[in-house]
């Protein structure tokens, strides 16, 4: 979040920021194999929280959209709501990206943004 998400909206500067919220990157759903934890999207809530704040007046909309697992879609629901509400979560803290993953990310996107 801080090394591709702030750079790219800070470069942008939207007017709005629109999240899809999904949770198909959970650890325990079946889809995927991204491994966030259910804290990951409370802690990831408030980074675009806060940059909706700085940079759009805090003009921000969530959408849920998906998941396969339904335990793991209500407990991060209340990680967001939590995150939106300035409360504090509950669930144990996640692990940290690995450096390769953002340094690929980054790659990718090196030809449409500037970093």
Known sequence: ???IFMP???QFKPQVIAVSAGFDAHQKDPLTRLGLSTSAYGWITKFVK???EELCGGRTVFMLEGGY???VIGDSNVEVVKALTGKE???PPSR???PRVVEEVKDTLSDYWNF
Do not use: F, H, I, K
Request: charge should be negative; hydrophobic fraction near 20%.
């Open 1 to 3: 979040m801080q090394e």
């Open 8 to 10: 790219l909206t800070e």
């Open 50 to 52: 806060n940059q909706s």
């Open 69 to 71: 697992n339904l335990d």
């Open 89 to 91: 979560s509950t669930s």
């Open 96 to 98: 940290a990206p690995t």
